[in-house]
């Protein structure tokens, strides 16, 4: 019996597609992690093949122990979701993953319109580690032990991400009536 989901997605998670898709894709993922680089694209594929019939949902999972800078890339990204542009910082972070120290943050979040005064800032203070930290205990009590790890309709997806097997899986998902 696969794992399941123990935090349900509400609003304050991150989302594309529309709320009421009938199947909802959760990563747990970590921005210094290479495997959820390589995932991104595949990802990416995936909700264009499958259009409004996907959410997906990003969480963060930073494997501190293995990737130094995984919890502060987490919380400029939070601070950027703020300013209702997660999305753009999850791109800008997975291209930029081999440089993720502090400044090239604050830099990031200028480039994408943060005034850098206040990407300093709430990297300092640590503003959104609590937020990020919710992620992760929400993840590890779901049974995420890795990154990337994915969840189709709160049940934690066993098998292979790569696109074919992804795309078969969320289609699998589908309401009868929803297939294409």
């Excluded at 709320?19 to 990802?43: K, M, N, Q, S």
Aim: glycine share 8%; net charge negative.
């Amino acid at each position: 019996m696969s794992a399941r989901l123990r935090v349900p997605v509400d609003e304050r998670d991150h989302a594309l597609g529309p709320a009421d898709a009938p199947v909802t894709l959760v990563e747990y993922g970590d921005f210094e992690c290479p495997h959820c680089r390589r995932a991104r694209p595949i990802v990416a594929s995936v909700l264009r093949q499958l259009g409004h019939s996907v959410r997906f949902v990003f969480r963060h999972f930073p494997l501190t122990q293995i990737h130094p800078h995984a919890q502060h890339a987490a919380e400029i990204a939070e601070l950027a979701g703020e300013e209702g542009r997660f999305w753009e910082m999850h791109e800008v972070l997975f291209e930029n993953q081999d440089a993720l120290e502090d400044e090239d943050l604050i830099g990031y979040a200028g480039d994408i319109g943060i005034e850098a005064s206040r990407a300093a800032s709430a990297l300092r203070s640590h503003a959104y580690a609590e937020r990020v930290q919710e992620d992760f205990m929400g993840g590890a009590r779901s049974g995420v032990n890795g990154t990337p790890t994915f969840f189709i309709n709160g049940v934690r997806h066993d098998g292979s991400w790569d696109e074919a097997t992804l795309v078969d899986a969320l289609q699998r998902a589908l309401p009868a009536s929803s297939r294409p």
